[in-house]
């Protein structure tokens, strides 16, 4: 009988328990070690789980830092390990800054919140964004605006919300 022996160079795969692979959005390749989206989905900026598309919240972890991937986008993950979403967060920006030489310079993601107001539809959202950047990722809690909200952005005093998110070197 034939045992599947794997040898000890063989990377880390969708097997291992530790990469936090959904497996109706995500294809593994072990061989080259990629993940492809199978289908549109959201992945969660915090545990990185892939969660069905337009969800509100990760299925996995509850929190709303979520990103929108598309098929056949290639997607990376960290062997973070299913404890992931315990810990405190260690994902990589989005945004990546050309280094020398045309390297992709990447870095942390430093995930806050704010409360930004639009005033054309006179609502107030919680915007999550990266502090290091500036980049906006999701809104969340939306509502309609208070006066006194209005008032405070008019004055600047509460940042105005972006109509689509948009990149913002600083
Ligand atoms: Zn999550
Ligand atoms: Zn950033």
Known sequence: M???????????????????????FVEYDQRTNKAWVKADFEK????????PLNSKACERCGRTYLETYRKDEEI??????????????????????RGPG???????????????????????????YCATCNRVYTWESGRKATSEEMELCRQGKIPEKETKKTVNFV
Request: charged share 20%; hydrophobic share 35%.
């Open 2 to 24: 034939n045992s599947m022996t794997i040898p000890p160079d063989v990377p880390k795969s969708v097997l291992d328990e530790t990469l936090p692979i959904n497996p109706k």
């Open 44 to 51: 969660c900026l915090n545990c990185q789980w892939q969660n």
């Open 76 to 97: 990376t993950f960290q062997g973070d390990g299913i404890s992931a979403h315990t810990r405190t967060p260690v994902t990589e920006c989005k945004v990546k800054a």
């Open 102 to 128: 045309g390297t992709m310079i990447a870095h942390k993601l430093m995930m806050k919140q704010r409360l930004v107001v639009n005033l054309a539809h006179e609502e107030a959202h919680k915007e999550n």
